[in-house]
């Protein structure tokens, strides 16, 4: 059975930083990525990696960094320079496949229940 469960959420002020994490079970993900979905708003896509590289929202882009442990199975988002707009519900999502090809996120089958931060200014 496919597990993705988040973790490393939390409250913190305009300017901090955090560091999520994301522990796979079931298989080794090559596809992986983080979404989030902030309060009235749409999921949207934050970043992925593969064994291509990694690509990241422009929303995100200088700030955040998206990492992999395959020997840990685990997915991780160190987020920096947070702003009150980073504020939303994050999940982890994986796909089965070696390349992400695509942010869509109907692409990823397997998805993680979410870890809430909230950033206050």
């Known amino acids: 059975q496919v597990q993705l469960v988040e973790s490393g959420g939390g409250s913190v002020q305009a300017g901090g930083s955090l560091r999520l994490s994301c522990a796979a079970s079931?298989?080794?993900?090559?596809?992986m990525a983080w979404f989030r979905q902030a309060p009235g708003k749409e999921r949207e896509w934050v970043a992925t990696?593969?064994?291509?590289?990694?690509g990241y929202a422009d929303s995100v882009k200088g700030r955040f960094t998206i990492s992999k442990d395959n020997a840990k199975n685990s997915l991780y988002l160190q987020m920096n320079s947070l702003k009150p707009e980073d504020t939303a519900m994050y999940y982890c999502a994986s796909r089965r496949t070696t390349y992400c090809a695509g942010t869509y996120d109907g692409l990823f089958g397997y998805w993680g229940k979410g870890t809430l931060v909230t950033i206050s200014s």
């Open positions: 079931g298989y080794t993900p090559y596809c």
């Open positions: 990696i593969d064994s291509a590289g990694s």
